[in-house]
Protein backbone atom coordinates (compact mmCIF):
# COMPACT_ATOMS: atom_id res chain seq x y z
CA UNK A 1 0.00 0.00 0.00
CA UNK A 2 2.91 2.59 0.79
CA UNK A 3 4.75 1.69 -2.32
CA UNK A 4 1.51 2.54 -4.18
CA UNK A 5 0.82 5.46 -2.76
CA UNK A 6 4.30 6.86 -3.29
CA UNK A 7 3.87 6.10 -7.34
CA UNK A 8 0.37 7.92 -7.22
CA UNK A 9 2.34 10.93 -5.60
CA UNK A 10 5.32 11.05 -8.11
CA UNK A 11 2.77 10.55 -10.91
CA UNK A 12 0.83 13.25 -9.71
CA UNK A 13 3.59 15.84 -9.16
CA UNK A 14 4.66 14.94 -12.77
CA UNK A 15 1.20 15.87 -14.20
CA UNK A 16 1.06 19.25 -12.30
CA UNK A 17 4.89 20.03 -13.34
CA UNK A 18 3.79 19.09 -17.12
CA UNK A 19 1.01 21.41 -16.57
CA UNK A 20 2.87 24.22 -15.29
CA UNK A 21 5.61 24.14 -17.66
CA UNK A 22 6.60 21.39 -20.18
CA UNK A 23 10.01 22.33 -21.24
CA UNK A 24 11.22 22.15 -17.81
CA UNK A 25 9.40 19.13 -17.52
CA UNK A 26 11.29 17.55 -20.32
CA UNK A 27 14.45 19.33 -19.33
CA UNK A 28 13.97 17.49 -15.61
CA UNK A 29 13.27 13.59 -17.44
CA UNK A 30 16.41 14.01 -19.61
CA UNK A 31 18.41 15.08 -16.52
CA UNK A 32 16.69 12.38 -14.46
CA UNK A 33 17.60 9.32 -17.47
CA UNK A 34 21.04 9.92 -17.73
CA UNK A 35 21.43 10.52 -13.84
CA UNK A 36 19.76 6.99 -14.21
CA UNK A 37 22.11 5.48 -16.32
CA UNK A 38 24.99 6.84 -14.65
CA UNK A 39 23.89 4.82 -11.84
CA UNK A 40 22.58 1.79 -13.12
CA UNK A 41 25.18 -0.11 -14.26
CA UNK A 42 27.70 -0.10 -10.41
CA UNK A 43 23.64 -0.33 -9.21
CA UNK A 44 23.28 -3.71 -11.02
CA UNK A 45 27.08 -5.05 -10.05
CA UNK A 46 26.83 -4.44 -6.69
CA UNK A 47 23.14 -5.91 -6.92
CA UNK A 48 24.51 -8.65 -8.64
CA UNK A 49 27.00 -9.63 -6.21
CA UNK A 50 25.11 -9.42 -3.45
CA UNK A 51 22.82 -11.80 -4.42
CA UNK A 52 25.59 -13.91 -5.58
CA UNK A 53 27.08 -13.51 -1.95
CA UNK A 54 23.99 -14.88 -0.33
CA UNK A 55 23.54 -17.50 -2.82
CA UNK A 56 26.49 -19.16 -2.48
CA UNK A 57 27.07 -18.29 1.51
CA UNK A 58 24.73 -20.82 3.76
CA UNK A 59 23.35 -20.01 6.85
CA UNK A 60 25.87 -22.05 8.53
CA UNK A 61 28.67 -20.46 7.02
CA UNK A 62 27.37 -16.89 7.63
CA UNK A 63 26.43 -17.76 11.86
CA UNK A 64 30.35 -19.14 11.83
CA UNK A 65 31.94 -15.85 10.48
CA UNK A 66 30.11 -12.94 11.24
CA UNK A 67 27.20 -14.79 14.00
CA UNK A 68 26.41 -13.39 17.39
CA UNK A 69 28.57 -15.78 18.98
CA UNK A 70 31.71 -14.06 17.10
CA UNK A 71 31.72 -11.14 19.47
CA UNK A 72 34.21 -8.57 18.84
CA UNK A 73 35.64 -11.28 16.35
CA UNK A 74 33.04 -10.98 13.76
CA UNK A 75 32.54 -7.10 14.20
CA UNK A 76 35.81 -6.61 13.26
CA UNK A 77 35.17 -8.78 10.18
CA UNK A 78 32.12 -6.99 8.79
CA UNK A 79 33.76 -3.39 10.23
CA UNK A 80 36.79 -3.92 7.56
CA UNK A 81 34.22 -4.95 4.87
CA UNK A 82 31.68 -2.03 5.71
CA UNK A 83 34.86 0.37 5.72
CA UNK A 84 35.88 -0.57 1.95
CA UNK A 85 32.96 -1.78 0.66
CA UNK A 86 31.13 1.01 -1.23
CA UNK A 87 27.42 0.11 -1.22
CA UNK A 88 24.78 2.38 -1.18
CA UNK A 89 22.07 2.60 1.82
CA UNK A 90 19.36 1.13 -0.59
CA UNK A 91 21.30 -1.40 -1.05
CA UNK A 92 22.68 -2.10 2.10
CA UNK A 93 19.70 -1.91 4.24
CA UNK A 94 18.25 -5.42 2.81
CA UNK A 95 21.35 -6.74 2.38
CA UNK A 96 21.58 -6.79 6.09
CA UNK A 97 18.01 -8.09 6.68
CA UNK A 98 18.97 -10.82 4.68
CA UNK A 99 21.90 -11.65 6.13
CA UNK A 100 20.18 -11.39 9.74
CA UNK A 101 17.98 -14.09 8.77
CA UNK A 102 20.84 -16.18 7.78
CA UNK A 103 22.43 -16.20 11.10
CA UNK A 104 24.40 -12.91 11.25
CA UNK A 105 24.42 -10.63 14.47
CA UNK A 106 22.67 -7.71 15.60
CA UNK A 107 25.95 -5.87 16.77
CA UNK A 108 28.15 -7.54 13.61
CA UNK A 109 25.46 -5.88 11.25
CA UNK A 110 24.98 -2.70 13.48
CA UNK A 111 29.07 -1.97 13.02
CA UNK A 112 29.16 -3.56 9.07
CA UNK A 113 26.05 -0.61 8.23
CA UNK A 114 27.69 1.91 10.49
CA UNK A 115 30.94 1.44 8.85
CA UNK A 116 29.29 1.32 5.77
CA UNK A 117 27.70 4.41 5.78
CA UNK A 118 30.48 6.80 7.84
CA UNK A 119 33.76 4.98 7.12
CA UNK A 120 35.10 5.85 3.55
CA UNK A 121 38.31 3.59 2.67
CA UNK A 122 36.83 3.94 -1.66
CA UNK A 123 36.78 7.92 -1.45
CA UNK A 124 39.73 8.23 0.74
CA UNK A 125 41.82 10.24 -2.15
CA UNK A 126 38.84 12.37 -2.98
CA UNK A 127 38.38 13.18 1.06
CA UNK A 128 42.23 13.70 1.65
CA UNK A 129 41.90 16.13 -1.80
CA UNK A 130 39.28 18.39 -0.12
CA UNK A 131 40.14 18.54 3.17
CA UNK A 132 43.56 17.26 3.46
CA UNK A 133 45.36 14.10 4.79
CA UNK A 134 45.36 14.87 8.72
CA UNK A 135 41.37 15.82 8.31
CA UNK A 136 40.67 12.92 6.03
CA UNK A 137 42.45 10.16 8.27
CA UNK A 138 41.01 11.58 11.83
CA UNK A 139 37.60 11.53 10.82
CA UNK A 140 38.06 8.76 8.56
CA UNK A 141 39.33 7.06 12.04
CA UNK A 142 37.34 7.95 14.59
CA UNK A 143 34.00 7.14 12.52
CA UNK A 144 35.46 3.94 12.58
CA UNK A 145 35.83 3.26 16.54
CA UNK A 146 32.19 5.42 17.05
CA UNK A 147 30.63 2.77 14.90
CA UNK A 148 31.83 0.33 17.33
CA UNK A 149 29.64 1.96 19.64
CA UNK A 150 26.86 2.34 17.57
CA UNK A 151 27.27 -1.15 17.30
CA UNK A 152 27.36 -1.82 21.34
CA UNK A 153 24.10 0.30 22.30
CA UNK A 154 22.24 -1.61 19.15
CA UNK A 155 23.31 -4.66 21.08
CA UNK A 156 22.32 -3.74 24.50
CA UNK A 157 18.56 -1.77 23.33
CA UNK A 158 17.93 -5.18 20.54
CA UNK A 159 18.81 -7.72 23.42
Given at each position: ????S????A????L??????????????I???????????????????????L????P??I????????G?????????????T?????????????????????M?????????????????????S?????????????A????????????????
Amino acid sequence: MFTASIYVIAIIAFLVSLAKDVNKTRVALIKSWKSFSNIFPPLLTVLSLVGLALTVLNPGLISKIIGAETGIKGMIITSVIGAITLIPGFVAFPLAASLLEKGAGIMQLAVFISTLMMVGFATLPLEISYFGRKVAFLRNGLAFIFSFFVAFIIGMVVS
